[in-house]
Protein backbone atom coordinates (compact mmCIF):
# COMPACT_ATOMS: atom_id res chain seq x y z
CA UNK A 1 0.00 0.00 0.00
CA UNK A 2 1.66 3.82 -0.64
CA UNK A 3 0.70 6.24 1.73
CA UNK A 4 -1.20 9.50 -0.06
CA UNK A 5 -0.18 12.31 1.35
CA UNK A 6 -3.57 14.78 0.95
CA UNK A 7 -4.24 18.19 2.02
CA UNK A 8 -7.53 20.62 2.72
CA UNK A 9 -8.42 19.72 -1.28
CA UNK A 10 -9.03 16.39 -0.59
CA UNK A 11 -11.50 16.51 2.84
CA UNK A 12 -13.80 14.31 1.31
CA UNK A 13 -11.68 11.54 0.53
CA UNK A 14 -10.25 11.76 3.85
CA UNK A 15 -13.64 11.80 5.48
CA UNK A 16 -14.92 9.00 3.44
CA UNK A 17 -11.35 6.95 4.22
CA UNK A 18 -13.09 7.13 7.89
CA UNK A 19 -16.66 6.61 7.16
CA UNK A 20 -15.38 2.89 5.50
CA UNK A 21 -13.25 1.54 8.28
CA UNK A 22 -9.85 2.44 7.37
CA UNK A 23 -6.98 4.66 8.84
CA UNK A 24 -6.27 8.22 8.31
CA UNK A 25 -3.27 10.26 9.61
CA UNK A 26 -4.91 13.52 10.94
CA UNK A 27 -3.62 16.67 12.19
CA UNK A 28 -4.71 18.05 14.94
CA UNK A 29 -3.61 21.42 17.56
CA UNK A 30 -1.21 18.78 19.67
CA UNK A 31 0.24 15.47 17.91
CA UNK A 32 -0.37 14.25 14.59
CA UNK A 33 -3.02 11.49 15.64
CA UNK A 34 -3.81 7.73 13.44
CA UNK A 35 -7.80 8.18 13.34
CA UNK A 36 -10.38 5.69 12.88
CA UNK A 37 -14.18 5.73 13.39
CA UNK A 38 -14.54 4.98 16.80
CA UNK A 39 -17.84 3.49 16.61
CA UNK A 40 -16.13 0.77 14.05
CA UNK A 41 -14.05 -2.34 16.39
CA UNK A 42 -12.58 -3.11 13.17
CA UNK A 43 -11.18 -0.36 12.32
CA UNK A 44 -10.27 0.52 15.72
CA UNK A 45 -8.67 -2.44 15.83
CA UNK A 46 -6.58 -2.01 13.12
CA UNK A 47 -5.21 1.47 15.03
CA UNK A 48 -3.75 -1.02 17.19
CA UNK A 49 -1.89 -2.78 14.66
CA UNK A 50 -0.45 -0.11 12.16
CA UNK A 51 1.30 1.15 15.45
CA UNK A 52 2.39 -1.84 17.11
CA UNK A 53 0.78 -0.84 20.38
CA UNK A 54 -0.45 -2.81 23.54
CA UNK A 55 -3.99 -4.12 23.27
CA UNK A 56 -4.18 -2.63 26.95
CA UNK A 57 -3.47 0.76 26.08
CA UNK A 58 -7.12 2.68 25.55
CA UNK A 59 -7.17 5.63 22.91
CA UNK A 60 -9.22 9.02 22.94
CA UNK A 61 -12.42 9.67 21.03
CA UNK A 62 -12.20 12.82 19.42
CA UNK A 63 -15.56 14.58 19.01
CA UNK A 64 -16.83 17.48 17.36
CA UNK A 65 -18.42 19.60 20.24
CA UNK A 66 -19.44 19.31 24.05
CA UNK A 67 -23.30 18.42 22.79
CA UNK A 68 -21.79 15.02 21.27
CA UNK A 69 -20.78 13.94 25.17
CA UNK A 70 -23.91 12.86 26.16
CA UNK A 71 -24.01 9.95 23.31
CA UNK A 72 -20.84 8.07 24.90
CA UNK A 73 -20.89 8.96 28.34
CA UNK A 74 -23.17 9.20 31.33
CA UNK A 75 -23.44 10.26 34.76
CA UNK A 76 -21.06 13.93 33.36
CA UNK A 77 -20.36 15.66 36.33
CA UNK A 78 -20.72 19.78 35.62
CA UNK A 79 -17.32 19.97 36.06
CA UNK A 80 -16.66 18.35 32.76
CA UNK A 81 -19.28 21.23 30.70
CA UNK A 82 -17.41 23.90 32.58
CA UNK A 83 -13.60 22.53 31.54
CA UNK A 84 -15.43 22.09 28.14
CA UNK A 85 -16.79 25.75 28.11
CA UNK A 86 -13.27 27.36 29.24
CA UNK A 87 -10.77 24.79 26.75
CA UNK A 88 -12.41 23.31 24.04
CA UNK A 89 -12.26 23.11 21.54
CA UNK A 90 -8.21 22.64 22.81
CA UNK A 91 -5.74 20.08 24.28
CA UNK A 92 -7.69 19.15 26.88
CA UNK A 93 -8.97 15.39 27.27
CA UNK A 94 -11.67 14.29 30.21
CA UNK A 95 -11.43 11.04 31.34
CA UNK A 96 -15.67 10.26 32.12
CA UNK A 97 -17.73 7.07 32.51
CA UNK A 98 -18.62 5.33 29.46
CA UNK A 99 -22.65 5.28 28.43
CA UNK A 100 -23.80 1.60 29.42
CA UNK A 101 -26.63 0.27 27.05
CA UNK A 102 -30.01 -0.20 27.78
CA UNK A 103 -31.40 -4.14 28.02
CA UNK A 104 -33.58 -3.25 25.03
CA UNK A 105 -30.97 -1.90 22.70
CA UNK A 106 -28.71 -5.53 23.92
CA UNK A 107 -31.50 -6.90 22.86
CA UNK A 108 -31.98 -5.67 19.95
CA UNK A 109 -28.35 -6.22 18.52
CA UNK A 110 -29.32 -9.95 19.66
CA UNK A 111 -32.00 -10.38 16.80
CA UNK A 112 -30.98 -6.88 14.91
CA UNK A 113 -28.82 -7.13 11.15
CA UNK A 114 -24.93 -7.28 11.72
CA UNK A 115 -22.37 -5.47 9.79
CA UNK A 116 -18.91 -4.28 10.65
CA UNK A 117 -19.42 -1.43 12.51
CA UNK A 118 -21.57 -3.87 14.68
CA UNK A 119 -20.33 -4.83 18.52
CA UNK A 120 -21.99 -6.84 21.40
CA UNK A 121 -20.27 -4.73 24.24
CA UNK A 122 -22.13 -3.57 27.42
CA UNK A 123 -21.32 0.20 26.46
CA UNK A 124 -21.87 2.61 23.47
CA UNK A 125 -18.49 2.29 22.59
CA UNK A 126 -16.53 -0.54 21.56
CA UNK A 127 -14.19 -2.39 24.10
CA UNK A 128 -11.80 -1.96 21.65
CA UNK A 129 -11.20 1.89 22.28
CA UNK A 130 -10.94 1.45 25.92
CA UNK A 131 -9.43 -1.20 26.33
CA UNK A 132 -12.24 -2.86 28.44
CA UNK A 133 -12.24 0.12 31.10
CA UNK A 134 -15.91 1.32 32.00
CA UNK A 135 -14.68 5.10 31.06
CA UNK A 136 -13.40 6.72 28.01
CA UNK A 137 -11.21 9.80 27.06
CA UNK A 138 -13.25 12.11 25.45
CA UNK A 139 -11.70 15.49 23.69
CA UNK A 140 -12.81 18.39 21.60
CA UNK A 141 -9.89 18.93 18.70
CA UNK A 142 -8.91 22.68 17.51
CA UNK A 143 -7.55 21.52 14.47
CA UNK A 144 -9.87 23.02 11.43
CA UNK A 145 -8.85 20.28 9.71
CA UNK A 146 -9.55 17.72 11.94
CA UNK A 147 -12.77 19.39 12.67
CA UNK A 148 -14.12 19.06 8.97
CA UNK A 149 -13.30 15.29 9.13
CA UNK A 150 -15.34 14.89 12.63
CA UNK A 151 -17.97 17.04 10.95
CA UNK A 152 -18.10 15.30 7.74
CA UNK A 153 -17.64 11.42 8.89
CA UNK A 154 -20.30 12.20 11.73
CA UNK A 155 -18.57 9.78 14.13
CA UNK A 156 -16.43 10.35 16.70
CA UNK A 157 -12.62 9.65 15.94
CA UNK A 158 -10.81 7.57 17.79
CA UNK A 159 -7.33 8.61 17.58
CA UNK A 160 -3.96 8.11 19.67
CA UNK A 161 -0.84 9.77 18.22
CA UNK A 162 0.39 9.09 14.80
CA UNK A 163 3.86 6.92 16.07
CA UNK A 164 5.11 3.93 15.99
CA UNK A 165 4.55 2.80 19.35
CA UNK A 166 7.42 3.64 21.77
CA UNK A 167 8.49 6.31 19.22
CA UNK A 168 8.67 10.03 19.67
CA UNK A 169 4.99 11.36 18.56
CA UNK A 170 4.92 12.78 15.37
CA UNK A 171 4.52 16.78 14.79
CA UNK A 172 4.30 17.02 11.12
CA UNK A 173 2.84 14.94 8.21
CA UNK A 174 6.14 14.20 7.16
CA UNK A 175 7.03 12.59 10.45
CA UNK A 176 3.85 10.65 10.73
CA UNK A 177 5.32 9.15 7.17
CA UNK A 178 8.56 7.92 8.31
CA UNK A 179 6.54 6.07 10.77
CA UNK A 180 3.51 4.96 8.79
CA UNK A 181 4.16 4.59 5.66
CA UNK A 182 2.62 1.55 3.43
CA UNK A 183 0.95 0.86 6.58
CA UNK A 184 -2.47 3.38 6.09
CA UNK A 185 -3.98 4.71 3.06
CA UNK A 186 -3.59 8.11 3.78
CA UNK A 187 -2.24 11.15 5.90
CA UNK A 188 -3.96 14.67 5.89
CA UNK A 189 -1.25 17.45 5.82
CA UNK A 190 -2.65 20.50 8.52
CA UNK A 191 0.85 21.70 8.77
CA UNK A 192 3.67 21.63 11.51
CA UNK A 193 1.54 21.05 15.01
CA UNK A 194 0.79 24.44 17.54
CA UNK A 195 1.39 22.48 20.69
CA UNK A 196 3.53 20.24 19.52
CA UNK A 197 3.01 17.81 23.03
CA UNK A 198 0.21 15.74 23.26
CA UNK A 199 -3.44 16.78 25.27
CA UNK A 200 -3.52 17.29 29.10
CA UNK A 201 -5.39 14.23 30.49
CA UNK A 202 -7.80 14.81 33.67
CA UNK A 203 -9.76 12.02 35.23
CA UNK A 204 -13.46 13.37 36.20
CA UNK A 205 -14.18 10.29 37.62
CA UNK A 206 -12.60 10.90 40.90
CA UNK A 207 -12.40 13.18 43.58
CA UNK A 208 -10.72 15.60 43.45
CA UNK A 209 -9.76 15.69 39.94
CA UNK A 210 -6.49 13.32 39.15
CA UNK A 211 -4.33 14.92 35.83
CA UNK A 212 -3.21 11.69 33.97
CA UNK A 213 -0.87 13.61 31.85
CA UNK A 214 0.40 17.11 31.58
CA UNK A 215 -0.52 18.86 28.17
CA UNK A 216 -1.22 22.53 26.69
CA UNK A 217 -3.34 23.26 29.25
CA UNK A 218 -1.93 23.70 32.40
CA UNK A 219 -2.53 22.77 35.80
CA UNK A 220 -2.90 26.31 36.83
CA UNK A 221 -5.73 26.57 34.45
CA UNK A 222 -7.81 23.75 35.37
CA UNK A 223 -7.61 24.83 39.39
CA UNK A 224 -9.32 27.70 38.15
CA UNK A 225 -12.00 25.86 37.01
CA UNK A 226 -11.97 23.14 39.40
CA UNK A 227 -10.38 23.91 42.49
CA UNK A 228 -7.98 21.42 44.14
CA UNK A 229 -6.32 19.40 41.34
CA UNK A 230 -4.25 16.27 41.92
CA UNK A 231 -0.95 15.65 40.14
CA UNK A 232 -0.27 11.63 39.74
CA UNK A 233 2.48 10.56 41.13
CA UNK A 234 3.48 8.76 37.22
CA UNK A 235 3.42 12.43 35.89
CA UNK A 236 6.63 13.30 37.63
CA UNK A 237 8.21 10.31 38.45
CA UNK A 238 8.86 6.42 37.62
CA UNK A 239 6.67 4.28 39.75
CA UNK A 240 7.78 1.64 41.86
CA UNK A 241 7.22 -2.07 41.64
CA UNK A 242 3.53 -2.70 42.63
CA UNK A 243 2.22 0.34 42.00
CA UNK A 244 -0.51 0.35 39.82
CA UNK A 245 -0.71 3.13 36.56
CA UNK A 246 -4.10 4.70 36.54
CA UNK A 247 -3.89 5.34 32.99
CA UNK A 248 -2.94 1.87 31.45
CA UNK A 249 -0.78 3.62 29.22
CA UNK A 250 1.78 5.07 31.90
CA UNK A 251 3.29 2.09 32.05
CA UNK A 252 5.06 1.50 28.80
CA UNK A 253 8.18 3.22 27.52
CA UNK A 254 7.59 6.43 25.40
CA UNK A 255 8.61 9.36 22.94
CA UNK A 256 12.15 7.30 22.97
CA UNK A 257 14.89 7.92 20.75
CA UNK A 258 17.07 5.32 19.79
CA UNK A 259 20.07 6.31 21.79
CA UNK A 260 19.41 6.69 26.10
CA UNK A 261 18.77 9.62 26.92
CA UNK A 262 20.09 11.83 30.18
CA UNK A 263 18.23 14.45 31.24
CA UNK A 264 19.47 17.33 32.79
CA UNK A 265 17.54 19.45 35.46
CA UNK A 266 17.99 22.17 37.52
CA UNK A 267 19.50 26.05 36.91
CA UNK A 268 19.88 25.98 32.96
CA UNK A 269 23.30 28.01 33.27
CA UNK A 270 24.56 25.38 35.48
CA UNK A 271 22.20 21.97 33.42
CA UNK A 272 24.10 22.97 29.96
CA UNK A 273 27.53 23.61 32.53
CA UNK A 274 27.19 20.42 33.59
CA UNK A 275 26.61 19.00 30.11
CA UNK A 276 29.86 20.44 28.35
CA UNK A 277 31.96 18.93 31.16
CA UNK A 278 30.75 15.48 30.51
CA UNK A 279 30.45 15.48 26.77
CA UNK A 280 32.53 13.33 25.26
CA UNK A 281 34.27 14.99 22.38
CA UNK A 282 33.80 12.29 19.84
CA UNK A 283 30.64 11.98 17.27
CA UNK A 284 28.44 9.19 19.62
CA UNK A 285 27.27 11.97 21.71
CA UNK A 286 24.47 14.10 20.78
CA UNK A 287 22.70 17.43 22.58
CA UNK A 288 19.67 19.05 22.90
CA UNK A 289 20.93 22.42 24.99
CA UNK A 290 18.51 25.50 25.52
CA UNK A 291 19.14 28.21 22.29
CA UNK A 292 21.13 30.49 24.36
CA UNK A 293 24.05 27.88 25.11
CA UNK A 294 24.74 26.59 21.46
CA UNK A 295 27.66 28.69 22.00
CA UNK A 296 29.23 26.66 24.42
CA UNK A 297 28.78 23.31 22.83
CA UNK A 298 30.23 24.72 19.35
CA UNK A 299 33.48 22.54 19.24
CA UNK A 300 31.05 19.41 19.71
CA UNK A 301 31.93 16.34 17.67
CA UNK A 302 28.67 15.53 17.28
CA UNK A 303 25.00 16.74 16.49
CA UNK A 304 23.48 19.93 18.67
CA UNK A 305 20.45 21.01 18.71
CA UNK A 306 18.68 23.85 19.86
CA UNK A 307 14.82 23.20 22.49
CA UNK A 308 14.26 27.13 21.90
CA UNK A 309 14.55 29.94 24.28
CA UNK A 310 15.05 28.63 27.80
CA UNK A 311 12.20 30.56 29.19
CA UNK A 312 9.99 29.70 26.28
CA UNK A 313 8.36 26.35 27.34
CA UNK A 314 5.73 26.98 24.44
CA UNK A 315 8.43 26.83 21.75
CA UNK A 316 10.40 24.05 23.83
CA UNK A 317 7.07 21.83 23.72
CA UNK A 318 6.99 22.66 20.06
CA UNK A 319 10.35 21.35 19.33
CA UNK A 320 11.03 18.45 21.63
CA UNK A 321 9.61 15.24 19.50
CA UNK A 322 11.30 17.47 16.28
CA UNK A 323 14.78 17.20 18.30
CA UNK A 324 14.43 13.66 19.39
CA UNK A 325 13.41 12.46 15.80
CA UNK A 326 16.41 14.21 14.31
CA UNK A 327 19.01 12.84 16.72
CA UNK A 328 17.65 9.21 15.04
CA UNK A 329 18.55 10.67 11.89
CA UNK A 330 22.32 10.43 13.39
CA UNK A 331 24.50 7.55 15.08
CA UNK A 332 24.57 9.13 18.27
CA UNK A 333 24.80 6.62 21.52
CA UNK A 334 23.78 8.85 23.91
CA UNK A 335 21.89 12.17 24.15
CA UNK A 336 21.88 14.75 26.67
CA UNK A 337 19.26 16.95 26.88
CA UNK A 338 18.11 20.27 28.93
CA UNK A 339 15.05 19.46 30.95
CA UNK A 340 12.80 23.06 31.70
CA UNK A 341 11.56 23.13 35.51
CA UNK A 342 7.64 22.07 36.24
CA UNK A 343 6.13 25.48 35.68
CA UNK A 344 3.36 26.17 33.41
CA UNK A 345 3.59 23.89 29.64
CA UNK A 346 6.94 22.94 31.67
CA UNK A 347 5.36 20.03 33.40
CA UNK A 348 4.52 18.50 29.98
CA UNK A 349 7.95 18.96 28.51
CA UNK A 350 9.79 18.02 31.20
CA UNK A 351 6.99 14.78 31.66
CA UNK A 352 8.00 13.50 27.76
CA UNK A 353 11.64 14.52 28.31
CA UNK A 354 12.24 12.13 31.30
CA UNK A 355 9.97 9.25 29.79
CA UNK A 356 12.44 9.14 26.83
CA UNK A 357 15.17 9.35 29.42
CA UNK A 358 13.32 6.12 30.88
CA UNK A 359 13.59 8.75 34.16
CA UNK A 360 17.84 8.60 33.65
CA UNK A 361 17.44 12.79 35.37
CA UNK A 362 20.15 14.67 36.46
CA UNK A 363 19.48 17.06 39.16
CA UNK A 364 22.10 20.19 39.03
P1 LIG B 1 -2.01 8.63 22.97
O1 LIG B 1 -3.10 9.31 22.27
O2 LIG B 1 -1.14 7.75 22.14
O3 LIG B 1 -1.20 9.63 23.71
O4 LIG B 1 -2.68 7.69 24.03
C1 LIG B 1 -3.85 8.03 24.75
C2 LIG B 1 -3.58 8.15 26.22
O5 LIG B 1 -4.82 8.31 26.89
C3 LIG B 1 -2.90 6.92 26.82
O6 LIG B 1 -1.88 7.33 27.70
C4 LIG B 1 -4.03 6.25 27.56
O7 LIG B 1 -3.56 5.46 28.64
C5 LIG B 1 -4.89 7.42 28.00
N1 LIG B 1 -6.30 7.01 28.19
C6 LIG B 1 -7.21 6.78 27.23
N2 LIG B 1 -8.38 6.37 27.76
C7 LIG B 1 -8.20 6.35 29.09
C8 LIG B 1 -9.04 5.99 30.21
N3 LIG B 1 -10.28 5.58 30.05
N4 LIG B 1 -8.52 6.10 31.44
C9 LIG B 1 -7.24 6.51 31.62
N5 LIG B 1 -6.40 6.86 30.61
C10 LIG B 1 -6.87 6.77 29.37
MG1 LIG C 1 1.03 8.18 22.05
Known amino acids: MKTELLNFNHLIRAAEIIQEGGLLGIPTETVYGLGADGLNPVAVRSIFQAKGRPQDNPLILHIWSANWLERYCEDIPDAAYRLAERFWPGPLTMILKCKKRTPQELEALRTGPVCSRTHFGPRIIPDVVTAGLDTVGMRCPAHPLCRMIIQMAQTPIAAPSGNTSGRP ?3 TAQHMLEDMDGKIPAILDGGPCEVGVESTIIDLTCTPPRLLRPGGVIPEQLEEVLGRVKVDPAVTRQLGKGEKPRAPGMKYRHYAPKAPVTAVKGDPERGAAYIREHLSHTRWDGVICFEEFLPLFVQAAGPVL ?17 ALRAMDTTDVKHIWAQCPN ?19 IVEV
Open 169 to 171: SPT
Open 342 to 360: DSGIGLAVANRLNKAAGFH
Open 306 to 322: SLGPAADQAEQARRLFD
